[in-house]
């Protein structure tokens, strides 16, 4: 106050300036900030890429395309990763057979799915010499009274059979199939910190893996496959190359070695089922 | 030193204020705006809150349209609808939600509207005429009228439900010879490699269109107008799901919110969309299991933003490969010739004009071009 008197000024009026200067930089760098913020990512995250998976399949003498398969991709390497693919690698396996035996499943069930290779009684329709003569699944047939009893015809309680199916024989194959999977996909989400995602191979076990983030990633069934008396399990490191189209190159996976396969799955035998009480009716 | 100080601070004022007047005078001027902003926010909010007490007329309602958003109608959806409802075996082969709920769904909360003069508007939510005279009715459902809801239709969850566990040996049991079979979309023995089994596949909901695709409003792009081998059907009826959610499985029949969720109304867009419209699934060279195209379709989870996944890929795989055809190659050139050239083997005209993607040029193995930078 007293230099401020001396020389004739207040003291606000000195220190106005400053108080100025300080506030347009706050404001300037506010500015910045908010420019940057909106200014759109262009970096080269933004590249993307592709893989083409090709899954072939020898049993016996007969090497052939996987079909309807549903394959994993988990971001990071196999080390990464190492504590899922243990847990994956140990996963006790219920197989198809067993399941429909341990839920007292007729042996005309069983062998009405195996004929068709189905996972579920949704594979395929149930024809009328599914359910009369030798061949007939008694599963299916007591469905097919309860069905002609409430809509309008037999044919059309034929169609509409799985409506009166058991829930077990129905979907408790698959609904015991994808506990086990969304555990190991939250496992995998939770560890790679990031969304796992998945596709179904075609007829000829072909399936792509498209706008894919740059970087390593794990392919996995993460649930083995049933191939005749084997389970087969993959997993395997794979990297995503920018501009990866990846359409003239496969990425061959097989359960059997050859130069052009990238990955080969770990074969075991099939569980042996315990037969129970009710099976066989 | 302290004299200096003092005077490089004070000495001059005049001269030190002139130096910086400038900035002064921009930052003074910053500082009014905001002054000026935060005053016009402020007012603003006022005459905001002024409106707001203003005393408001009620809008005049519309009995004539009902909407499934208004509050009082977002109940449990069999409050009004009945499944089945009493008419289902004149209309239908199945049990089905066939017909308008009946009077009572309306009357127990609309007694006043419901009596309201000789001819009712709320009459004609349902009724073609609001007469006791005329109790004709819309045909259920009204295909005029906006959609309420979407459909949610997870493909990847059902995908799953109808895999099949492996692929039979493609030896057959008498010569052990392979076997050459062609796969089709029709659910048929054909379909795969087991005779006389019908497996289940798209074809579920997916099958041949019967008739061609009507035009969209203001007519087919280029009077291109595509055949019934152009496009597979979608559902149109509940007898594509209650074949196995009548009920039972989850989600059943009586739990419409199952699959249908409220939506903005909009009318379903007439006639069909498509990027290649001369695409023809069923050209005897295109048919194939589905998602060795539509390869992303096994991993959708619902239809919002289900767009056509089929990539270029899938095309080039015969339309741009050395010896053999070299469609998309060959149109890229004639652009480089000609900048206004329009792609019509796969496009009519709307797409076919516009700058090819870069995944086309990247197909071809070359750097992406928009027709503008062409000389």
Not at chain 1, 192 to 198: D, E, I, T, W
Not at chain 2, 271 to 299: D, P, Y
Request: charged fraction near 25%; proline fraction near 7%; glycine fraction near 6%.
């Amino acid at each position: 106050m007293q230099s401020d008197s001396r020389h004739g000024r207040p003291g606000f009026t000195r220190l106005f300036p400053f108080v100025l200067t300080a506030v347009a930089i706050a404001m300037a760098a506010i500015l910045l900030l908010t420019a940057v913020a909106q200014t759109p990512n262009s970096t080269p995250n933004d590249a993307r890429g592709v893989i083409r998976l090709r899954v072939r399949v020898k049993t016996g003498e007969t090497t052939k395309g996987l079909s309807r398969k549903r394959f994993f991709l988990i971001p990071g390497t196999l080390e990464q990763n190492k504590a899922l693919i243990q847990t994956i690698e140990q996963a006790s396996i219920v197989t198809r057979d067993c399941y429909y035996r341990s839920i007292g499943g007729s042996d005309a069930l069983i062998k009405w799915l195996q004929e068709g290779d189905c996972e579920s009684v949704y594979c395929r329709e149930i024809e009328p010499r599914d359910l009369e003569g030798n061949t007939a699944v008694p599963e299916f047939q007591r469905a097919l009274v309860a069905g002609e009893k409430e809509l309008p015809s037999s044919d059309l309680a034929r169609k509409w059979l799985t409506v009166n199916l058991p829930e077990n024989v129905r979907e408790g194959f698959y609904k015991t199939r994808q506990r086990e999977l969304q555990r190991l996909i939250k496992q995998a989400e939770d560890s790679a910190r990031a969304k796992v995602l998945s596709v179904m191979t075609d007829t000829k076990g072909t399936a792509f893996f498209t706008e894919l983030p740059i970087g390593t990633y794990v392919i996995s069934n993460l649930l083995p496959i049933e191939s005749s008396n084997t389970s087969i399990l993959w997993n395997c490191e794979i990297e995503v190359k920018p501009g990866d189209l990846a359409h003239e190159k496969p990425f061959l996976i097989s359960n059997v070695r050859d130069r052009t396969v990238k990955c080969v799955g770990k074969e075991k035998p099939l569980p042996v089922c315990e037969p129970t009480k009710n099976s066989g009716r | 030193m302290k004299e200096q100080r003092s005077k490089s601070h004070s000495g001059n004022p005049s001269s030190s204020f002139s130096g910086k007047f400038p900035m002064l005078l921009v930052v003074g001027a910053f500082l009014v705006g905001l002054v000026l902003m935060l005053l016009i926010g402020n007012l603003s909010a006022t005459a905001q809150t002024r409106k707001r007490r203003r005393p408001v007329t009620p809008a005049r309602i519309d009995y004539s349209k009902f909407s499934h958003t208004t509050e009082k109608h977002r109940g449990e959806c069999l409050t009004c609808h009945k499944n089945p409802t009493p008419n289902w075996r004149r209309v239908r082969e199945y049990p089905d939600v066939a017909d308008y709920p009946g009077h009572a769904a309306c009357v127990s909360c609309h007694r006043q509207q419901f009596f309201k003069g000789a001819n009712p508007e709320v009459c004609l939510v349902c009724h073609l005429k609001s007469s006791p005279r005329d109790d004709r009715r819309y045909f259920f459902r009204n295909a005029a009228s906006a959609r309420q809801f979407s459909i949610e239709f997870p493909h990847d969850k059902h995908q799953d439900a109808i895999a099949r566990w492996r692929r039979p040996s493609v030896q057959t049991a008498t010569t052990g010879r392979p076997r050459f079979t062609k796969a089709l979309f029709s659910i048929s023995s054909a379909g795969f490699d087991s005779p006389g089994k019908a497996y289940n596949n798209c074809t579920i909901c997916h099958s041949e269109q019967p008739t061609p695709p009507g035009p969209p409003a203001g007519g087919w792009v280029d009077s291109f107008s595509p055949d019934a081998a152009t496009f597979k059907s979608v559902p149109v009826s509940h007898a594509s799901c209650f074949n196995c959610h009548w009920k039972s499985q989850p989600p059943i029949s009586t739990d419409c919110a199952g699959c249908h969720k409220n939506a903005t109304p909009h009318i379903s867009a007439s006639g069909v969309q498509r990027i290649s419209m001369k695409f023809r699934h069923a050209r005897e060279q295109h048919v194939a299991e589905c998602t060795t195209c539509h390869i992303n379709i096994t991993k959708s989870a619902t239809l919002r933003g289900l767009k056509p996944d089929v990539p270029i890929t899938s095309c080039t795989e015969c339309h741009n490969k050395d010896g053999l055809r070299l469609d998309v190659a060959k149109e890229l050139e004639a652009i480089d010739r000609n900048k206004d050239f329009v792609c019509v083997y796969c496009h009519t005209s709307n797409i076919g004009r516009q700058d090819p993607p870069a995944s086309h040029y990247l197909i071809a193995g070359r750097e992406a071009l928009k027709r503008k930078d062409i000389k």
